[in-house]
């Protein structure tokens, strides 16, 4: 069985409830997320839909909205940047922008992380 992060998973079924709720306005469904949470089965079919989606592989994106974050990547990591643009971090150097490398910038924030290299497992 998949270990579930909780706060992955509560983190997924509040965006759920808020894409439920998003007649009102957002202030407005956090008030009501809040009191769902008081009663037992307040939220129990936006937590199920994260169970789910979790079980499923999905995964948040991470986003990356400043500098700093950006150089702390590991290599290998890959990005999609605020206009579109997907980079490789290569080296120290930094990163390279996938395709033609017609109208070549750094990469924008905030980015998206497409990919991360797997931690390395010390035994």
Same mark, same amino acid.
């Not at 009102?24 to 936006?46: C, F, K, N, P, R």
């Given at each position: 069985?998949?270990?579930?992060?909780?706060?992955?998973?509560?983190?997924?079924?509040?965006?759920?409830?808020?894409?439920?709720?998003? =007649?009102?306005?957002?202030?407005?469904?956090?008030?009501? @997320?809040?009191? #769902?949470?008081?009663?037992? $089965? !307040?939220?129990?079919?936006?937590?199920?839909?994260?169970?789910?989606l979790i079980a499923k592989d999905y995964r948040k994106p991470r986003i990356?909205?400043?500098?700093?974050?950006?150089?702390?990547?590991?290599?290998?990591?890959?990005? =999609?940047?605020?206009?579109?643009?997907?980079?490789?971090? @290569?080296?120290? #150097?930094?990163?390279?922008? $996938? !395709?033609?490398?017609?109208?070549?910038?750094?990469?924008?924030?905030?980015?998206?992380?497409?990919?991360?290299?797997?931690?390395?497992?010390?035994?």
């Amino acid at each position: 069985m998949t270990s579930i992060d909780t706060t992955q998973r509560d983190e997924l079924a509040l965006d759920i409830f808020l894409a439920d709720n998003a =007649r009102q306005s957002e202030a407005e469904a956090l008030v009501d @997320w809040e009191a #769902a949470l008081s009663i037992t $089965a !307040g939220t129990t079919y936006a937590h199920g839909i994260a169970d789910g989606l979790i079980a499923k592989d999905y995964r948040k994106p991470r986003i990356i909205t400043t500098v700093e974050e950006l150089d702390a990547l590991p290599f290998e990591t890959v990005i =999609r940047d605020a206009i579109g643009g997907v980079f490789e971090r @290569w080296n120290l #150097a930094g990163w390279q922008k $996938a !395709g033609p490398s017609l109208g070549a910038h750094d990469p924008r924030l905030p980015a998206s992380v497409l990919s991360e290299p797997e931690a390395e497992v010390t035994p």
